[in-house]
């Protein structure tokens, strides 16, 4: 059973607009909530992570923003780049060990 | 830094022989090591954790005599799939962590592997 639910599945976004994708959990053992992009045939490169003590972090054109009380997090990617076509997953830590949501495939078109 | 290399990239096999992947962290230590599987447009699911040292925990599920775990060294961790039938093809990849809670977790590029 996945413990992390994310949505949407897909998503397609025109160059510049802004991509969101949405993940929420049960388990209120999570202690650290991180970001991964994958490429085909690749594997998952961490992009941007936040603890439950925060409510928003920023790194470049990537954003998460977090509410503890509802028990939702979400990442955003401003300005939009056909080189950010990929599949994200959220995650959510606890005791050393990951839980993965579904995931979420972004396309940007030009 | 904090590169991780898996061998091979991709491999193919009959059923009924197995197939040894390795994980390796080239520019640091790993004391511990993560085994996930993915399937085709699926999410990443943990088969096991590895730890230099000592046994493999595995994930509810995972058979542990078929999917064999050594971490020799703490930059080695080796899958052994033993005994590979179709069912066992997926994209097999490998974390390994630094710095002691389980958060910087650098993944490897993974394991296609396909079982005829």
């Known amino acids: 059973q996945q413990q992390v639910k994310q949505s949407p599945q897909s998503l397609i976004v025109q160059k510049g607009g802004i991509s969101i994708i949405n993940c929420a959990y049960e388990?209120?053992?999570?202690?650290?909530f991180p970001w991964y992009q994958q490429f085909p045939g690749k594997g998952p490169a961490l992009l941007i992570a936040?603890?439950?003590?925060?409510s928003e972090k920023k790194e470049g054109r990537f954003t998460i923003s977090f509410n503890k009380s509802a028990k939702q997090f979400s990442l955003h990617i401003m300005d939009s780049q056909p080189g950010d076509s990929a599949t994200y997953f959220c995650?959510?830590?606890?005791?050393?060990?990951?839980?993965f949501g579904a995931g979420t495939t972004v396309t940007v078109r030009a | 830094g904090a590169v991780v290399s898996q061998h091979p990239s991709w491999v193919i096999c009959k059923s009924g022989t197995s197939v040894k992947i390795e994980c390796r962290s080239l520019?640091?230590?790993?004391?511990?090591m993560f085994w996930y599987r993915q399937f085709p447009k699926q999410s990443l699911m943990l088969m096991a954790t590895?730890?230099?040292?000592?046994?493999?925990?595995?994930e509810q599920g995972v058979e542990k005599d078929k999917f064999l775990i050594n971490h020799a060294s703490l930059t080695l961790s080796t899958l052994t799939v033993t005994s590979a039938h179709p069912e066992d093809s997926s994209f097999y990849i490998c974390?390994?962590?630094?710095?002691?809670?389980?958060?910087?977790?650098?993944f490897g590029p993974g394991t296609r592997l396909l079982v005829l």
């Open positions: 974390s390994a962590e630094r710095g002691g809670a389980g958060e910087t977790q650098y």
């Open positions: 388990n209120t053992a999570f202690d650290y």
């Open positions: 936040i603890r439950p003590d925060v």
């Open positions: 995650a959510a830590l606890n005791d050393y060990k990951l839980s």
């Open positions: 520019d640091f230590q790993a004391t511990t």
């Open positions: 590895s730890n230099e040292g000592s046994k493999a925990t595995y």
